[in-house]
């Protein structure tokens, strides 16, 4: 069955094709949305204050792209979660942040110190934004920018040893400190031995592996609990000890804007000590208007006792402003839920820099 | 520039003063009736009879272009263009009715309804309507004003399932809701010409969405008073 929408919205001719979004912006366009408009960025000062002390921060979480290399499914849903009228000139207004430049300038106003861009290859999904593409915008300020590299799987059958290579050779770049998957988007079990080469290569070169969790809401993707739901992981993360696996987004529930695999998320991590957290994109103003799943979310993980395994992240950079304004929203559910600045130090810089092993910026 | 061109259609609109006085004559002499400026009627609604006016108005994001005439008992129709960076229209037509008109207070209500679209990444296209409030207290040369409003658009849209077995057109109709604020100062030139300037928050897509307000600036000509 192939279902095809004339747009949302009017007697428009487009036909939006194939279920198929796409794009490195993605994922996050489907976390839902936290719009606001920044107009600081005067002050380069960089960290923020958490009672009374200067933290750096890092955001391990952002998507570079480009407008025209994004199906038009996928622009539609950005242009639609711009601020109005920015939303008028989506291509325009995207152009401004998903550049290196523009990411960097995000970065400004929000006063993080350095981020992490991801590669994606979801085809069939949320798109391409390339290896290359990545090293290339990381190349723009080295001490800041780093990159998680991917790989397409949807021809694992035949080419995987040449799709590990690829993996291996992005990787031998020093800009390349881990790897990105999302097997929602990517359509493949967590549980699916065919895929754990990927994780002996990030064994092997002791580079993180950062893992989509939870559901999305983006039409294409596989909503079933073995793309989601991270208790389907633990063989892996069982077999590959050397492995660091980073749990995206803390298993949260888009769809239903509900916690989702939270408790999953918070047992793997208890029981296995190479699982981290990211708790990006759940805590937007689309995903939790009032912020209480992010608090929520936050409080367990302190109550559990794994501080010093959370690595912030805010999946941006969505729409001006957004980065800025999801880091504010992170520091207010963390004080809410008692986080000292020690610990806000650790989620926002310091186990950063410990597992990805990266000076922090000067 | 703008004041040059103030000038010069005001020159055009005030009738021409005679070159000689007329003769004096016995007749009773007709005082006119008190008339209120352009600017007020343009930004307050509700005009009295035969009086007319026409607002052009720019800003970010909104342009728009307003024509009213009163028809009597304070009721207008009214005729409005309105653009948002030329992606996003409105056109409609509407009514205006002034239920409170004192020296220094203004009330009145408008009602239009019309048809929108918007040509950007997600089109949009549908019949739209809105209620309005206006309120103004003139002073001298001031008419400090205050436009509420809500707006909304009907937007159909169609999704086609195509099956072995045939094809499925479903329909879906989806309500767009647009509350509205303005707050502004409109400025009396002349009985015939004013200007304002207001700042605009026009919440389009509320409560999803987030919108960044706006200002503009508006000249407002007229005539019959
Ligand atoms: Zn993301």
Same mark, same amino acid.
């Given at each position: 069955?192939?279902?095809?929408?004339?747009?949302?919205?009017?007697?428009?001719?487009?036909?939006?094709?194939?279920?198929?979004?796409?794009?490195?912006?993605w994922l996050t366009w489907v976390c839902g949305t936290g719009l606001s408009l920044s107009l600081s960025g005067c002050d380069t000062a960089k960290g923020i204050d958490y009672? @009374?002390?200067?933290?750096?921060?890092?955001?391990?979480?952002?998507?570079?792209?480009?407008?025209?290399?994004?199906?038009?499914?996928?622009? /539609?849903?950005? @242009?639609?979660r711009f601020p109005f009228p920015l939303s008028l000139n989506p291509k325009t207004t995207a152009e401004g942040i998903l550049s290196a430049e523009g990411i960097l300038s995000e970065l400004d106003k929000a006063r993080v110190s350095q981020a992490v861009l991801f590669a994606v290859y979801a085809p069939r999904t949320v798109g391409i934004a390339t290896n290359e593409r990545v090293i290339a915008d990381t190349a723009t300020a080295p001490d800041r920018l780093f990159g998680l590299a991917s790989l397409r799987i949807d021809n694992f059958r035949t080419e995987k040893d040449a799709e590990l290579q690829r993996l291996r050779t992005a990787l031998a770049n020093p800009s390349m400190i881990g790897i990105k998957?999302?097997?929602?988007?990517?359509?493949?079990?967590?549980?699916?031995?065919?895929?754990?080469g990927i994780y002996q290569v990030s064994s092997d070169l002791k580079k993180p592996v950062y893992l989509h969790t939870g559901s999305s809401p983006f039409p294409g993707t596989?909503?079933?609990?073995?793309?989601?739901?991270?208790?389907?992981?633990?063989?892996?993360?069982?077999?590959?000890?050397?492995?660091?696996?980073?749990?995206?987004?803390?298993?949260?529930?888009?769809?239903?804007?509900?916690?989702g695999s939270l408790e999953a998320c918070i047992r793997?991590? /208890?029981?296995?000590?190479?699982?981290?957290?990211?708790?990006?994109?759940?805590?937007?103003?689309?995903?939790?208007?009032?912020?209480?799943?992010?608090?929520?979310?936050?409080?367990?993980?302190?109550?559990?006792? *794994?501080?010093?395994?959370?690595?912030y992240g805010s999946d941006g950079p969505q729409s001006p402003g957004f980065v800025k304004d999801y880091l504010s929203r992170t520091v207010t559910a963390m004080k809410a839920s008692g986080y000292t600045a020690d610990e806000a130090q650790s989620v926002f810089s310091g186990n950063f820099a410990r597992v990805f092993r990266v000076a922090p910026a000067k | 520039m703008l004041t040059a061109a103030v000038f010069a259609l005001q020159a055009a609109l005030e009738p021409a003063t005679p070159i000689d006085p007329p003769a004096p004559t016995s007749q009773v002499e007709?005082?006119?009736?008190?008339?209120?400026?352009?600017?007020?009627?343009?930004?307050?609604?509700?005009?009295?009879?035969?009086?007319?006016?026409?607002?052009?108005?720019a800003g970010y994001p909104w342009f728009s272009l307003r024509a009213l005439v009163g028809v009597g008992h304070r009721l207008a129709p009214l005729l409005e263009v309105e653009s948002a960076l030329g992606r996003r229209f409105s056109f409609s037509a509407g009514l205006s009715l002034a239920w409170v008109d004192r020296p220094h207070v203004r009330l009145s209500g408008e009602v239009l309804l019309g048809w929108m679209l918007q040509e950007a990444e997600l089109s949009k296209r549908g019949p739209s309507g809105e209620l309005r409030l206006r309120l103004a207290f003139p002073v001298r040369?001031?008419?400090?004003?205050?436009?509420?409003?809500?707006?909304?658009?009907? *937007?159909?849209?169609?999704?086609?399932i195509i099956r072995e077995a045939g094809t499925e057109t479903q329909w879906?109709?989806?309500?767009?809701?647009?509350?509205?604020?303005?707050?502004?100062?409109?400025?009396?030139?002349?009985?015939?010409?004013g200007l304002d300037v207001a700042a605009d928050y026009g919440w389009v897509d509320a409560p999803a969405s987030v919108a960044i307000p706006g200002v503009h600036l508006a000249f407002h000509f007229g005539g019959g008073r």
């Amino acid at each position: 069955m192939k279902v095809f929408t004339w747009v949302c919205d009017g007697f428009n001719r487009h036909r939006s094709g194939f279920r198929t979004i796409s794009t490195a912006l993605w994922l996050t366009w489907v976390c839902g949305t936290g719009l606001s408009l920044s107009l600081s960025g005067c002050d380069t000062a960089k960290g923020i204050d958490y009672d @009374g002390r200067r933290i750096l921060v890092v955001d391990m979480h952002l998507h570079p792209g480009e407008w025209d290399a994004i199906p038009e499914d996928t622009r /539609k849903f950005i @242009g639609s979660r711009f601020p109005f009228p920015l939303s008028l000139n989506p291509k325009t207004t995207a152009e401004g942040i998903l550049s290196a430049e523009g990411i960097l300038s995000e970065l400004d106003k929000a006063r993080v110190s350095q981020a992490v861009l991801f590669a994606v290859y979801a085809p069939r999904t949320v798109g391409i934004a390339t290896n290359e593409r990545v090293i290339a915008d990381t190349a723009t300020a080295p001490d800041r920018l780093f990159g998680l590299a991917s790989l397409r799987i949807d021809n694992f059958r035949t080419e995987k040893d040449a799709e590990l290579q690829r993996l291996r050779t992005a990787l031998a770049n020093p800009s390349m400190i881990g790897i990105k998957l999302a097997h929602a988007h990517q359509h493949f079990r967590m549980d699916d031995p065919t895929y754990f080469g990927i994780y002996q290569v990030s064994s092997d070169l002791k580079k993180p592996v950062y893992l989509h969790t939870g559901s999305s809401p983006f039409p294409g993707t596989s909503s079933e609990a073995p793309y989601t739901d991270p208790t389907y992981l633990e063989p892996a993360v069982k077999a590959y000890p050397g492995a660091i696996f980073i749990l995206g987004h803390l298993g949260y529930d888009f769809t239903d804007q509900q916690s989702g695999s939270l408790e999953a998320c918070i047992r793997l991590a /208890k029981t296995y000590s190479n699982v981290y957290l990211e708790p990006s994109a759940l805590g937007s103003k689309g995903s939790d208007p009032t912020g209480e799943n992010l608090k929520t979310a936050m409080q367990k993980i302190r109550d559990a006792g *794994l501080v010093d395994r959370v690595i912030y992240g805010s999946d941006g950079p969505q729409s001006p402003g957004f980065v800025k304004d999801y880091l504010s929203r992170t520091v207010t559910a963390m004080k809410a839920s008692g986080y000292t600045a020690d610990e806000a130090q650790s989620v926002f810089s310091g186990n950063f820099a410990r597992v990805f092993r990266v000076a922090p910026a000067k | 520039m703008l004041t040059a061109a103030v000038f010069a259609l005001q020159a055009a609109l005030e009738p021409a003063t005679p070159i000689d006085p007329p003769a004096p004559t016995s007749q009773v002499e007709i005082l006119p009736l008190r008339t209120d400026p352009v600017v007020l009627d343009q930004l307050a609604g509700g005009p009295a009879k035969g009086a007319w006016g026409v607002s052009v108005q720019a800003g970010y994001p909104w342009f728009s272009l307003r024509a009213l005439v009163g028809v009597g008992h304070r009721l207008a129709p009214l005729l409005e263009v309105e653009s948002a960076l030329g992606r996003r229209f409105s056109f409609s037509a509407g009514l205006s009715l002034a239920w409170v008109d004192r020296p220094h207070v203004r009330l009145s209500g408008e009602v239009l309804l019309g048809w929108m679209l918007q040509e950007a990444e997600l089109s949009k296209r549908g019949p739209s309507g809105e209620l309005r409030l206006r309120l103004a207290f003139p002073v001298r040369w001031a008419v400090p004003y205050l436009v509420l409003g809500t707006r909304h658009a009907l *937007l159909p849209s169609r999704t086609q399932i195509i099956r072995e077995a045939g094809t499925e057109t479903q329909w879906s109709v989806r309500h767009e809701w647009t509350p509205w604020g303005s707050v502004g100062l409109g400025i009396r030139i002349s009985q015939r010409i004013g200007l304002d300037v207001a700042a605009d928050y026009g919440w389009v897509d509320a409560p999803a969405s987030v919108a960044i307000p706006g200002v503009h600036l508006a000249f407002h000509f007229g005539g019959g008073r």
